[in-house]
Structure formats: C-alpha cells, structure tokens
C-alpha cells in the first residue's frame, strides 16, 4: 500500500495564478484532511472530509476550495494564489474506529511545498 | 477555534535523559494524540490517548491525560539522537471528526 500520496512536492506560482494540490490514499478510509504548516504555527486545519460527498471548513478556509472526488481522493484548490499562501501543505486521511470513545489515528502524506511569488 | 498549545516550544537535553512536553486545550475532546515530525517530512503518530483513560504507555512513550485541568504530557525516557524531531498534541472533539494541532515542541538531544 502506498498510504497517502500527494502531487505535486514543489510547486512555485505566481501570485493571481491557480492551482489544485492532489491527495490520494489507499487505505479505503472514510476521512481526509488537508493541513497547512507555516515556520513556527504548527498545523491549522484548512478543511476535512468526514465521508465521501462531505466538506466542512476547518480553521483558516479562506481563499481555498475542495473536492472530495470519491472515497480515495480529496483535492486543494486555490482559485487566485497570494503570498500569504506559501506554505507546505499536508494531506491526511483516517478510518473510523469501532469503539464509540475513540477513532483511528491520521496518516499523513509527505507534503507540497508552495512557493507564491 | 480550540487549539492544543505546547509547552515548551523548545527543549534541549543531553541523551539519555528524559524529555517531558505537555499540551494545554480548552474544551472537551474526545482523544488526544502525540505526534512526531523529523525535519522537512512528513508526521508519524506515536500514541493516542482516549478521554476516559488516564495514562497510557508505548515503549519508551508515556502519556497522561488529566481531563480537569484539559492537559496532557508526553515523557520520552531514555532519549536518543534519533527523538531529535518536533512533537505535536492533537484534539478531536466530542461531535465530529475535526481534529485541530498544536504549534508543537521543538526536542533537541545532544549527544
């Protein structure tokens, strides 16, 4: 199994240009996530997918968009990219445990990094 | 938004000591994850902790979770060059599958 897989790893835009960042995973599970980590911020939240046909705004939606294509791909897009937007970009996904108290844990992709000029 | 927030954000200590981190939230959660990220990849999990336990160990990992006063630690014991990496708290919320990370603690080891 490859777990997750991003595309592209580098990426550099202008600003104004758009672009979509792809995310796939294999693991047949039910929720994907897609994070941003900038230089001493950690990870915030963007959006996830709790299941197939479902999006919901994480901490920091503003000025991106996401599919979740099928159950195996959820997709980034940023309509009109902006500086502000340089950042690597995780994707992660998680099954759904069986015990009410708890889930199974994310499994994280290697990241994009963007570069907005 | 709730975030988890590390403390500290940067700790240096000599191998083979041990390494202590703990992650402060503010509302409920439904569990609590550690996670570690080497430099420039991407994050592992190391141990999820559910909010009706109160300790629980892997390996050289040991994490507590006190619901009361809404904190975690995550002790390293022994430490190695190899848990030179950046550690992460992560909460999920009692309602959906949110998950939300802290801004992470910095360990270095000196050997």
């Known amino acids: 199994n490859a777990g997750v897989t991003q595309t592209p790893k580098f990426q550099v835009l202008k600003t104004g240009q758009s672009m979509t960042l792809q995310c796939a995973q294999d693991?047949?599970?039910?929720?994907m996530y897609w994070y941003r980590q900038d230089p001493g911020m950690g990870l915030r939240l963007i959006y996830y997918?709790?299941?197939?046909?479902?999006?919901d705004k994480g901490e920091v939606p503003n000025g991106y968009n996401v599919s979740r294509l099928n159950k195996r791909e959820f997709s980034l897009r940023l309509e009109s990219a902006a500086p502000s937007q340089t950042s690597v970009y995780f994707c992660?996904?998680?099954?759904?445990?069986?015990?009410?108290?708890?889930?199974?844990?994310?499994?994280f992709g290697p990241g994009t990094r963007l570069l907005v000029l | 938004s709730q975030q988890g927030e590390e403390d500290p954000q940067a700790l240096s200590i000599q191998e083979g000591e041990n390494a202590t981190m703990n992650c402060s939230y503010k509302t409920s959660i439904n569990n609590l994850q550690w996670y570690r990220q080497n430099s420039g990849r991407g994050l592992v999990h190391l141990i999820l902790?559910?909010?009706?336990?109160r300790e629980k160990h892997s390996g050289r990992l040991r994490v507590t979770l006190d619901t009361s006063k809404k904190s975690s630690s995550l002790l390293i014991t022994a430490s190695r060059a190899a848990d030179t990496a950046s550690y992460f708290c992560a909460t999920e919320m009692n309602r959906d599958d949110k998950i939300i990370f802290g801004k992470g603690t910095r360990l270095h080891i000196l050997p």
């Open positions: 992660a996904s998680r099954g759904t445990g069986v015990s009410r108290g708890g889930r199974e844990t994310q499994y």
């Open positions: 902790i559910r909010s009706n336990e």
């Open positions: 997918s709790a299941s197939e046909g479902t999006t």
């Open positions: 693991m047949n599970h039910n929720s």
